[in-house]
């Protein structure tokens, strides 16, 4: 939930390398929780958040305005133009977006922890009925 949708994607890939783990999968994630149809509520959330957190001034109208600057430019002109025009818009939605994704990175950790011991468990199951009499 980061306040640049071109940083999304590298951010994820580099994430992914320095973890070890799967870069489709964490690009398809990202697809999933940041598209067109969330995006917008994301944004202003992060906004409404941030801004109220770290006690910067910056208005809606001024935020839209940096997100089009930031969406119009390649990677390398969003990060110029971010440099430019907003630090402390960056920290407020860098601060929003924290603790928006808290909540929702931790239901996904235990969504997904159970979604791969459920899968272990028929795994073992599986093989128990495969080789009755020995044990996994």
């Given at each position: 939930m980061t306040p640049t949708?071109?940083?999304h994607t590298v951010l994820i890939?580099?994430?992914c390398v320095l973890g070890r783990g799967n870069a489709v999968?964490?690009?398809l994630a990202s697809l999933l929780v940041s598209n067109p149809f969330t995006i917008p509520f994301?944004?202003?959330?992060a906004?409404?958040?941030g801004t109220y957190l770290s006690g910067d001034p910056i208005s809606w109208q001024q935020a839209r305005a940096?997100?089009?600057g930031v969406r119009d430019a390649g990677f390398l002109g969003a990060a110029s133009f971010l440099y430019d025009h907003g630090p402390s818009f960056v920290e407020s939605f860098l601060v929003g977006g924290i603790v928006l994704a808290l909540p929702f990175g931790v239901a996904a950790y235990f969504l997904a922890?159970?979604?791969y011991l459920k899968h272990q468990r028929r795994r073992q199951m599986r093989?128990?009925?495969r080789r009755p009499g020995k044990c996994p």
């Open positions: 949708i071109p940083f890939l580099i994430f999968a964490g690009v994301q944004y202003y959330g906004w409404k958040i940096i997100m089009g922890l159970a979604l093989a128990l009925v």
